[in-house]
């Protein structure tokens, strides 16, 4: 903090001691010392409260550029699902002219039979997407046959019949 050389404090002391008296200079140079000491923790304390006030101050514009981060990817992700929710719209009302189309042309009424439904239009994401078709029942499966047919059996090792070196059986 000072710039006090040896020979400064040496001209200090021999003052303090004409001045103080050798009985009083103990008590005296422990005072200043604790005063000293008091004063250096003070400043260190300071330094530190300003230290944190600084990193604080980092964070806080850290935290603000995230959030506007944030929110431009969101605003981003916004304008994207608004440009794919246009075309998909239109593909979903081109599916239901078609579904209309179809159910009028593809269902002939026979007599006494009720009306057919009209066609259902597709789901948005998120719900049902079943389809309500009318198909014929499937055919009921066979019963299986009781007594399983024999599986055909490997020859056996010794039923070999041994291979000349030409490669016909003997």
């Given at each position: 903090m000072f710039d006090v050389s040896l020979t400064e404090l040496m001209v200090i002391g021999v003052v303090a001691l004409i001045v103080i008296g050798p009985e009083r200079l103990p008590k005296v140079a422990r005072t200043v010392g604790h005063l000293l000491g008091r004063a250096q923790r003070y400043v260190n304390d300071v330094k530190s409260d300003i230290q944190r006030e600084i990193e604080l101050d980092e964070l806080r514009k850290f935290k603000n550029e995230m959030e506007d981060a944030a929110q431009g990817v969101q605003q981003s992700l916004n304008e994207t699902q608004a440009s794919l929710q246009q075309p998909v719209q239109q593909f979903r009302a081109e599916l239901d002219e078609v579904a209309r189309a179809a159910s009028g042309k593809?269902?002939?009424?026979?007599?006494?039979?009720s009306p057919a439904e009209p066609a259902r239009s597709i789901a948005p994401p998120g719900q049902n997407h079943s389809l309500d078709l009318d198909l014929p029942p499937l055919a009921e499966p066979e019963p299986a046959d009781p007594q399983p047919a024999p599986a055909p059996s490997a020859p056996k090792a010794d039923e070999a019949k041994p291979v000349s070196p030409s490669g016909t059986p003997t």
């Open positions: 593809a269902v002939p009424e026979a007599a006494g039979d």
